[in-house]
T-cell receptor, first 112, second 114 residues
């Protein structure tokens, strides 16, 4: 099966600063990789996903993520954070017929 | 179009009582998932329905938990003889196809067992 680690429980950034949220996975073949965002009081929403092809994936709300096979990572980035980006972010990994496994999440706090 | 809906949004129950949580997936979605989210924890997978296949129940934590999906649409998660440790937010998601597809999540049901 697979596993995923989000090493950072909380991340604090200033509005306008760049952001990188870490995600490391374990899976024996090429994984499916997802980033979801959960805003306060909202359900989870897909930001972006990687299945194959270009390792740099663009998503909604100005987010991008890069699949690095050699590092087993799929870090989420944004060049300039907005106050509305404050939320919980979940990385998920799947593959083949396996149901995706979600990480514990990283809580993003944005200071004005 | 309508998204995934869940009811009730909040449920408070006494220890030992049974509860039923309902999920209405997006019309036409063949796959349906149930997860549990506890404070500070990630999403804990509970059960997965895909089309007419037998559900994947590998995530159910005990035999007090069960779920069914009627007519390939609405799903009900039942927890019997609730315990305090069952207190959590229960999330439902649906997807158009199988596990490789984007999941669309409902707002969740917050269950509190007193």
């Amino acid at each position: 099966a697979q596993s995923v680690t989000q090493p950072d429980i909380h991340i604090t950034v200033s509005e306008g600063a760049s952001l990188e949220l870490r995600c490391n996975y374990s899976y024996g073949a090429t994984p499916y990789l997802f980033w979801y965002v959960q805003s306060p009081g909202q359900g989870l929403q897909l930001l972006l996903k990687y299945f194959s092809g270009d390792t740099l994936v663009q998503g909604i709300k100005g987010f991008e993520a890069e699949f690095k096979r050699s590092q087993s990572s799929f870090n989420l980035r944004k060049p300039s954070v907005h106050w509305s980006d404050a939320a919980e972010y979940f990385c998920a990994v799947g593959g083949g017929s396996y149901i995706p496994t979600f990480g514990r999440g990283t809580s993003l706090i944005v200071h004005p | 179009g309508a998204g995934v809906s869940q009811s009730p949004s909040n449920k408070v129950t006494e220890k030992g009582k049974d509860v039923e949580l309902r999920c209405d997936p997006i019309s036409g979605h063949t796959a349906l998932y149930w997860y549990r989210q506890s404070l500070g924890q990630g999403l804990e997978f509970l059960i997965y329905f895909q089309g007419n296949s037998a559900p994947d129940k590998s995530g159910l934590p005990s035999d007090r938990f069960s779920a069914e999906r009627t007519g390939g649409s609405v799903s009900t998660l039942t927890i019997q003889r609730t315990q305090q440790e069952d207190s959590a937010v229960y999330l439902c998601a649906s997807s158009l196809f199988g596990v490789e597809s984007e999941q669309y999540f409902g707002p969740g049901t917050r269950l509190t067992v007193t």
